[in-house]
């Protein structure tokens, strides 16, 4: 009998079902033992189990036909570059220059957007009112990198990472790094307390400075 | 210490008869201590939970999440659990071998020592000094400490089972031997260090070696701290409850030698995608997949042994607990395997996915069988009735909804988090460029987890409450069981 | 096999033998270990190594101790996977001959907080001395604790010394001189640290203090694979 089929037996008079073999002589403390087969269930999946793991492994370490760590990732970059290149086919790069970001500038939508994007990204080392932390003063006269909006727009893409500015071109989009630009302008001056020193070189800006 | 008011063996009435007192003191010691440090040992966890969530919970320099979260690994696994094990290993193996153990002052000196470690544990960790390497973090004056104690625990137990008057060792006695002697491996080859300082030290291996070996023993103290000595448990204390015999005396043989085989092997699955050498995670991968069935013999063994005995459940809360206990069991050795996959674990690895895991093991398979063998040996050890069969019922109920909370939680924050960290838009861009939008969105599980943790915290105190009120209506010095051999 | 299994067949004969089945049972673990970890001693394919990895300074071995100190561990990985998104997101994959002179390895198991294997050079010090003083001051949302303490306590350097010749035992390869002005480099870096976070704004007088050694750790983490070789 399948020793499986007892599992739902109600029998209480029976201690020992007696289809099934009792150990003579295994009591220990009074615990006895079946002599039951093992389930043919768990034979056949250990075994599979046993049978499976030479085909894997020279699968993976000998013929290649599983993949490994290094194909894996190959397959996964080659992916991605496919997608990177499909969007810019199907969405050609914005022409980005001082033109385009000027008509950012501006325009309350935008500046209204940079703001956040700035609280949320920039703040932590610009400081919340772009007085300079960290990082330098936004709201002074002074450049580091040049005034222009496309120099701003580049630092901001490219980060200057020997100073510990992110590079943020691959988190925001085009548009975004736009409308910060267009924050940044709309503080130009607005003197905020606790500003810090100036840095660079000055340089007086107009709103549509280009 | 207390004395028991019997010679440990003196002459009977018949006089070829010899009455053999075994020392059930000390299990009871064991008993009450595993109820103390799991109740600390979860408390913590509780405080770790809601550090998550909740920052201002970190009190301080020395109850920071960093060093508090060792310390609830540490006292979980060799406090509550370590405890636990000890006191079934103690009472059962005393009655399997018919015999009294080899030696009351090394099982006296195991548990004070043992007692003594833990308290350094809970001293130096929130101290800063550890050694960072996971369930080894305890520097190397208290390692030295622990391979003495459990030197002590191996002479006593190997010369128990030399002056054994049962000519064959039953499989619950197979399953202790591997736990110690593979622990006492394990503790030395992953303590290897050269001291630099009273609380310092370098471990003799770097990188790569240094974290197959943390690895090799970190998954094995779970194989052998939590899975041997508890299947070990369960031989012993099932068929006991159930009043039933073992469903398969050669899925024991077999299950039992594939395990401890098979289960080393697997160690390099905690290592997917790190530096360490490809073919040696596969080799851990595959070992863990071959792993599954000899688990399972053990998740076979156990219910299959309650045919004919589930109308039992009814009245028997400890029946119960092992029930759930066991299932927990089937299903953590299930999920093991199926994270060592290298596509799964690529998902699962570094998020609470693993969380969920090992707390399905610890709180169903290693808590739910410590309290069912407690729930059978309180009125045992203290001859009289349990106090409260009720409050024992509701413990079952409100830590298996607790944990059930816990896990669902952390199975969802896990595969939430994965599936962010990896997600990209059709530009080819990290859709959650920033890490902190993915803790956002789990935070909310943090809390759930922590409810469910509490109410599970919640059950470890009902036992605690129910051991004292039952060792309050204990006469008041309990004797110790005795047998009678041939002389 | 049913010789072996019957209920008085050989298993049954060595059940009565604990000492030959305790023997057994310690060869049957033993194998595994053994089996995977003698190849990643013995064969030098198994952990390469690249030349512009090098040991630790003075204050960034004791930088590291102080993230062991405190269980960074316990939140930040240092090991990023052979993954598109991980490389997008952290930086190239570690590879295993970063981490030769790791004792112990610090590449940890769960990332409730980032992985920091090549936060080196990511954030100004000043970026570090305000995230460990309040974290959600420089990230808003975050669920780490502050390490303020690390800004009041003086760094200890006394074990230097000891630390260093106990590394040199055990294989990494600092030299006498080294360890003599162990901690005069130390203190040399430290107050570098220093000068750099007044200098840009931060507190002044922090060069005694332990945190411009986390800092001086934190700032070297995975570097070594792209600085340019001496």
Redesign the interface.
């Given at each position: 009998m399948k020793p499986d089929k007892s599992m739902s037996d109600k029998d209480t008079t029976k201690t020992t079902p007696n289809d099934e073999p009792l150990i003579a002589g295994h009591n220990y403390d009074g615990i006895e033992e079946y002599d039951n087969p093992m389930p043919g269930w768990w034979v056949w999946l250990f075994v599979a189990s046993i049978v499976w793991t030479p085909i894997y492994i020279l699968g993976v370490h000998q013929f290649g036909f599983i993949n490994s760590y290094e194909d894996d990732l190959a397959d996964k970059q080659a992916e991605l570059a496919e997608w990177r290149t499909a969007y810019e086919d199907a969405n050609p790069s914005l022409d980005v220059s001082d033109e385009s970001i000027a008509a950012y500038v501006g325009v309350a939508e935008h500046v209204e957007a940079g703001s956040a994007l700035f609280t949320k990204n920039c703040a932590m080392c610009h400081g919340p009112a772009a007085e300079g932390l960290i990082g330098p003063n936004l709201t002074d006269e002074y450049w580091i990198h040049g005034p222009a909006n496309s120099n701003l727009f580049g630092v901001i893409t490219n980060g200057v990472l020997e100073k510990g500015m992110t590079p943020w071109g691959s988190i925001l989009s085009v548009e975004e790094r736009s409308q910060l630009v267009a924050f940044i302008r709309s503080v130009a001056g607005s003197n905020p307390p606790g500003g810090k020193a100036p840095e660079g070189e000055i340089a007086t800006i107009t709103a549509d400075a280009g | 210490m207390e004395k028991t008011s019997s010679p440990p063996i003196g002459a009977s009435s018949n006089p070829t008869m010899l009455t053999v007192r075994f020392d059930d003191q000390v299990v009871r010691y064991f008993v009450i201590a595993t109820v103390i440090w799991g109740f600390v040992g979860m408390l913590v966890g509780a405080l770790i939970a809601l550090?998550?969530?909740f920052?201002q919970a970190?009190l301080g320099?020395y109850l920071?999440?960093?060093?508090l979260?060792?310390l609830h690994t540490n006292a979980v696994i060799f406090a509550f659990a370590g405890n636990a094990i000890f006191a079934a290993i103690y009472y059962?193996t005393q009655?399997?071998t018919?015999t009294r153990m080899y030696s009351d002052v090394m099982s006296r000196i195991h548990f004070w020592g043992w007692q003594s470690i833990i308290v350094s544990a809970a001293i130096t960790l929130p101290l800063?000094?550890?050694?960072?390497?996971?369930y080894a973090e305890l520097e190397w004056p208290i390692d030295i400490l622990i391979a003495v104690i459990w030197v002590i625990f191996a002479i006593n137990f190997?010369m128990t089972?030399?002056i054994r008057r049962?000519?064959?060792?039953?499989v619950a006695l197979?399953f202790y031997?591997?736990t110690i002697?593979?622990v006492a491996?394990l503790h030395i080859?992953n303590s290897l260090a050269?001291?630099?300082?009273l609380f310092?030290?370098?471990?003799?291996?770097?990188?790569?070696?240094?974290?197959?070996?943390?690895w090799?023993y970190g998954h094995?103290a779970v194989a052998?701290f939590l899975t041997t000595p508890f299947l070990g448990l369960m031989y012993?204390f099932l068929?006991?409850a159930a009043?039933?015999?073992?469903?398969?005396?050669?899925?024991?043989?077999?299950h039992f030698?594939?395990l401890?085989?098979?289960?080393?092997?697997a160690?390099?699955h905690?290592?997917q995608?790190?530096?360490?050498?490809?073919?040696?995670v596969?080799?851990?991968?595959?070992?863990s997949?071959?792993l599954?069935?000899?688990s399972?013999?053990g998740m076979?063994n156990g219910p299959?042994t309650l045919?004919?005995a589930?109308?039992k459940l009814r009245d028997s809360v400890v029946l119960k607990m092992y029930v759930i206990g066991i299932t927990f069991y089937g299903m953590s050795t299930f999920e093991g395997p199926l994270l060592s996959v290298k596509t799964v674990n690529?998902l699962s690895?570094?998020?609470?996915w693993?969380?969920g895991h090992v707390h399905a093991g610890a709180l169903g398979w290693n808590g739910f069988m410590t309290f069912g063998m407690i729930y059978w040996l309180l009125p045992k050890l203290w001859k009289t009735d349990l106090w409260s069969n009720k409050l024992a019922n509701a413990h079952f109920w409100i830590g298996t909804i607790g944990m059930l909370l816990y896990v669902m939680a952390m199975y969802s924050a896990g595969v939430t988090q994965g599936l962010m960290?990896?997600?990209?838009d059709?530009?080819?861009?990290?859709i959650y460029?920033?890490?902190?939008e993915t803790?956002?969105q789990i935070?909310p599980m943090y809390w759930v987890r922590l409810v469910g943790g509490s109410l599970y915290l919640v059950g470890m105190m009902m036992l605690g409450l129910n051991m004292i009120m039952t060792i309050r209506n204990a006469k008041d010095k309990p004797t110790d069981a005795a047998i009678s051999v041939p002389a | 096999m049913s010789s072996f299994l019957n209920t008085d067949g050989r298993h049954r004969t060595l059940e009565g033998w604990p000492l030959v089945f305790t023997t057994l049972t310690i060869l049957a673990v033993l194998v595994g270990g053994t089996v995977e970890f003698l190849p990643l001693v013995l064969m030098e394919t198994n952990r390469p190594t690249i030349s512009t990895v090098t040991p630790y300074t003075p204050l960034e071995l004791t930088g590291r101790d102080l993230y062991i100190r405190e269980g960074c561990v316990s939140c930040h990985s240092q090991q990023i996977r052979p993954f598109r998104d991980e490389i997008e997101r952290y930086g190239e994959y570690s590879k295993p001959g970063e981490s030769i002179y790791d004792r112990p390895f610090l590449w940890g198991s769960k990332r409730t907080g980032p992985d920091l294997s090549r936060v080196g050079g990511k954030y100004p010090d000043l970026w570090h001395v305000l995230h460990l003083e309040d974290p959600r001051s420089t990230s808003p949302n975050s669920l780490m604790p502050p390490y303020n303490w690390l800004l009041s306590q003086d760094v200890n350097l006394d074990n230097l010394t000891a630390k260093m010749n106990g590394l040199r035992t055990l294989g990494t390869p600092y030299t006498d001189s080294d360890i003599e002005g162990a901690v005069q480099d130390a203190k040399a870096q430290a107050s570098n640290i220093a000068r750099t976070i007044s200098a840009s704004g931060g507190p002044q007088g922090l060069e005694t203090k332990e945190i411009v050694a986390v800092i001086a750790y934190l700032q070297r983490m995975g570097t070594d694979l792209t600085k340019s070789q001496n």
């Open positions: - | 550090q998550m969530p920052w970190n320099q920071t999440f960093g060093r979260r060792p059962s009655r399997l018919k800063g000094i550890t050694t960072s390497k996971e190997f089972l030399k049962e000519k064959h060792m039953y197979w031997i591997a002697v593979t491996v080859g050269i001291p630099v300082g310092k030290s370098y471990p003799i291996f770097a990188g790569v070696q240094d974290a197959f070996v943390q090799w094995n052998f012993y068929p006991k009043e039933r015999p073992v469903f398969s005396y050669r899925l024991s043989i077999v030698w594939s401890v085989f098979l289960y080393i092997w160690g390099p905690h290592l995608y790190t530096s360490v050498p490809e073919w040696a596969t080799l851990g991968m595959v070992f997949v071959m599954w069935m000899p399972w013999g076979i299959f045919r004919g589930w109308h690529a690895h570094y998020t609470d693993t969380i960290w990896r997600a990209f059709g530009a080819g861009s990290l460029p920033d890490f902190m803790v956002v935070v | -």
